[in-house]
């Protein structure tokens, strides 16, 4: 991983934001005020950016009939107009940090300097986003208190936060009691849909794996996405459903990471996303409930963003039951650790599986697993691809049809698929050397 200390954040340029900055503060807390005792009750963005308007025009009144230099440039106050909106309506300074292009992930502590990561073992420093502590657990619960799913609680009762964001950012927040200072994480989408020819370029797949994995959603396989946090699971995934065409997509997600029916706009994509309590501890709407709604609506393919619960079982049994095709991501080590992890979180379930059911279920429901590692320069790269060839006992009997070790151009086709999986996939026009 590379940190660079980006010194222009760092000037005497930053330093002289800090006087716009405080006027954004202390205008917002004005706005803030003003809002808050309306008797209407009329708190939205229009009602706001009506009240900054009036505040900045009395700005510039007073500085226009002191004779003072404090009258801002046109764009001066457009910009301060933005940073006010932001603290009012949004995340206040971490808005800038999210106009950035390019970054994936922004991890803030308390008052320490922001973290921005770019990817690829990229990351940069920014100035601190709030002068003290207890200012960033103000900031999120504002956040909380708006979010786009439901006013969310973020207190000693619930110190632990994971929503999203209006522009479809996923973040998550920890707060003393379960941390020694107040954390936040905030997680971009790309702001391009990329294909599996980029992530042919880039270097994550190559011909061989690019090969098989098409042929393997064209031959209506259920594939379960594998990796580390942060490896590109959710990338590789929605590649792979933009393969599809005219086909009904039914999502299910804790937040709407995958965004097919953002970069889909022309396909039948029905988004479902989980619910947690509202501040009553009342109103949950969990995944597993959502997957077993989705076989209701008529799916061509149901889509898990990612399983790590009881949910895991209703995607195993929509898997067997028909539903071909339907996809998941999952946390593992690897593809053959994939198996493991769907035991311990079938064993979580309200059904409480044995180990020798679920593999039984298993064999019977996945057909294969893409696994992503990540090489120490930050590079994403699919290592290998396993195919699930049934159960005996406790056992998940697997083989690996593709390996590729990671810092390697290629990988190697290690044997040929087998049995159902090989008749689907070389309908699909699949052979072991690539398409026939």
């Excluded at 953002?262 to 479902?272: Q, S, T």
């Excluded at 290998?384 to 060839?389: A, F």
Aim: overall charge negative.
């Amino acid at each position: 991983m590379t940190t660079v200390n980006a010194p222009d954040l760092t000037s005497a340029s930053d330093v002289g934001r800090e006087p716009e900055r405080d006027a954004a503060a202390a205008i917002a807390t004005q706005v803030t005020e003003q809002l808050a005792a309306d008797p209407s009750g009329a708190v939205n963005a229009g009602r706001a950016a009506d009240v900054v308007d009036v505040l900045l025009e009395q700005r510039a009144r007073a500085a226009l009939s002191e004779g003072t230099n404090a009258l801002l440039a046109p764009q001066d106050e457009t910009r301060l107009r933005r940073l006010v909106l932001d603290r009012v309506l949004g995340l206040g300074p971490i808005e800038e940090l999210l106009c950035e292009p390019g970054v994936e992930n922004i991890h803030i502590t308390g008052n320490d300097d922001a973290i921005v990561d770019f990817g690829a073992g990229r990351r940069e420093r920014r100035p601190a986003v709030v002068h003290t502590d207890a200012e960033l657990v103000a900031l999120v619960q504002r956040a909380a208190a708006r979010a786009p799913g439901g006013e969310r609680r973020f207190d000693a009762a619930a110190p632990i936060l994971s929503m999203e964001l209006s522009g479809g950012e996923r973040l998550s927040a920890v707060m003393p009691g379960v941390a020694v200072r107040p954390t936040v994480t905030i997680r971009r989408h790309p702001q391009h849909h990329l294909r599996l020819g980029d992530l042919l370029r880039s270097g994550t797949l190559d011909q061989p794996s690019r090969n098989l994995l098409v042929a393997a959603v064209r031959a209506r396989l259920n594939i379960i996405v594998s990796g580390a946090t942060n490896a590109g699971k959710t990338t590789l995934l929605r590649a792979l459903l933009g393969t599809l065409d005219d086909e009904r997509i039914i999502t299910v997600e804790d937040s709407l990471e995958l965004g097919l029916h953002r970069h889909m706009c022309e396909a039948d994509v029905v988004p479902l996303q989980g619910r947690p309590p509202n501040v009553e501890g009342i109103g949950e709407v969990p995944l597993a409930e959502l997957v077993r709604a989705a076989l209701r609506m008529c799916p061509d393919r149901v889509i898990v963003g990612e399983t790590r619960g009881p949910e895991t079982l209703a995607l195993l049994n929509a898997m067997s039951m028909g539903t071909d095709g339907s996809m998941s991501t999952i946390h593992a080590s690897s593809s053959q650790q994939v198996f493991t992890k769907i035991a311990a979180y079938c064993a979580q379930a309200p059904e409480r599986l044995t180990a020798s059911a679920t593999a039984t279920l298993i064999g019977a429901s996945v057909h294969l697993v893409a696994h992503i590692d990540t090489a120490s320069t930050g590079e994403r790269v699919v290592t290998s691809i396993r195919e699930v060839v049934g159960a005996e006992g406790e056992q998940v009997l697997s083989n690996e049809l593709y390996t590729r070790p990671v810092g390697e151009p290629t990988g190697t086709t290690v044997c040929a698929p087998g049995g159902d999986i090989g008749w689907r996939l070389e309908r699909a026009g699949y052979t072991a050397r690539g398409w026939t």
